[in-house]
């Protein structure tokens, strides 16, 4: 089953150095993910400040600046991931980087039969 590991977190907590070495260490487990078949995807994201929100209403397009929620933990990167079961997708969660500063929710993915594949 494919899981998505959506990584929360202050933006503002990590300085550049601290991210650099969020980014390699984060890129170690991609590598170690991907030896052991489980690794489909990961990425960061860039600040919240760089966001577009987009709504339809009524038919009416609305696009703003930034996230849709104002919240103390922002979205910040991802990992998509091959796991038997809940348990083994927790444990890939725990060993992503910011688990220790912010909150990794892991949430299955639904497959839904004749979207495009690569």
Known sequence: MKYMLLIYGDEKSLNETERQ???VESTQLAHQLKSAGQY????PL???????SVQ???GK???TDGPFAETREQLGGYF???AKNLDEA?????RIPMARKGTVEVRP???IPGLPTE
């Open 80 to 82: 998509l991931v091959e």
């Open 56 to 58: 339809v209403r009524d």
């Open 46 to 52: 860039h600040p919240t400040a760089m966001a577009t």
């Open 109 to 111: 993915v639904i497959d």
């Open 40 to 43: 489909l995807a990961a990425n």
């Open 90 to 94: 927790i444990d890939v969660a725990a």
């Open 61 to 63: 397009r609305l696009v």
């Open 21 to 23: 070495d969020c980014y």
